[in-house]
């Protein structure tokens, strides 16, 4: 099994491709509103019928963008738009909540991406990159949506890695 996506709900897809394209360095390869059909096709992504079904409402539509990093990564964001998607509420992200938590992404320069992110103003969960042992680097950090970002850069003389 191979890793394909992660796929990040937002409530402002602008304010989101902002982070993954101008911070991030993503780049944004399509953007679509679903459903993009109103019968399965070889043009059409998700029909109206499917998309109801998996979202579980009548008339659900949702505004999407896809973005790559330069290594391959790979983002969906995604706006519901019917349903109308809820903000996390403060206080119910982090580790004390079952469910996925973050998502982590490996730079080789983790000191210049700390900067931009930091300077783009997105809280930090620490104002510093700490160390892993003496296997890595790291920081994490929120996105507008509060959803919990965390980046690592390896250290390649620590020998081979424990992932």
């Not at 949702?62 to 983002?75: E, M, Q």
């Not at 930091?118 to 892993?132: F, L």
Request: aromatic residues 10%; charged residues 25%; glycine residues 8%.
């Amino acid at each position: 099994m191979r890793h394909h996506h992660v796929c990040l709900v937002v409530t402002d897809l602008e304010q989101a491709i902002v982070l993954w394209r101008d911070v991030m360095g993503f780049e944004l390869r399509a953007r679509a509103e679903t459903p993009d059909g109103e019968l399965p096709g070889p043009k059409v992504f998700v029909h109206r019928a499917l998309l109801d079904d998996i979202f579980k409402v009548k008339d659900a539509h949702t505004k999407v963008a896809l973005l790559t990093s330069p290594d391959g990564a790979r983002v969906e964001l995604l706006e519901p738009i019917n349903p109308a998607v809820q903000p996390r509420h403060e206080g119910s992200e982090g580790y004390g909540f079952a469910g996925i938590q973050e998502v982590a992404f490996e730079v080789d320069d983790i000191d210049a991406l700390f900067a931009r992110v930091k300077q783009a103003g997105y809280a930090m969960q620490t104002d510093y990159v700490w160390p892993c042992a003496d296997i890595g680097r790291s920081f994490l950090f929120h996105d507008g949506d509060r959803s919990l970002i965390q980046i690592w850069q390896e250290n390649p003389s620590a020998g081979p890695s424990l992932w």
